[in-house]
């Protein structure tokens, strides 16, 4: 099965990291100058900067909101089931996050592609119970349900990826 342009153009990215202090990942700040944003650090949460950046790259358009995670909630259309590649929209504390869906693991997590996870991009666990929405790009065929099992560290995101 291959993967989504937006999932291809999203794994080129990973261990790309903020950069505390005065100081700001370029990659970034890139991103923020292209898609319009007012701000220009990597310190104001990027979890949807990251996924509208990478839509973008595969030629998606993003919502209008694309920096507010739950902003995603209306993003293209709804599945009633998770696939691999689609933007999928947690609750938090004070807000939401939103990332790529890439897998599940052993204990039936779901495996998220996400930026400002941990302050990096990476792969994490994140339970069921957190997801508000699961959207496909509306103009996109979208995949066969299903999600490939993926080795996981054990170590579930926690509710602050802001």
Partial sequence: MSE?????EARKHVGLKEIPGKTHAPVITRWLRQLGAWWSDDETPWCGTFVAACLEAAGVRRPRNWF?????????????????????????????????????????????????????????????????GYRWPSAVPAPAAGLPLLASNGAVSSRSEA
């Avoid at 989504?4 to 291809?8: D, K």
């Fill in 4 to 8: 989504p342009a937006w999932l291809v």
């Fill in 68 to 132: 507010r995670a739950l902003a995603w909630l209306d993003f293209g259309v709804p599945l009633a089931e998770p696939r691999v590649g689609c933007v999928v929209v947690f609750s938090r504390q004070g807000g939401g996050h939103v990332g790529f869906l890439v897998g599940r693991d052993e204990q039936s997590r779901l495996m998220v592609l996400g930026g400002n996870q941990g302050n990096s991009v990476n792969v994490a666990p994140f339970e069921r119970f957190r997801v508000l």
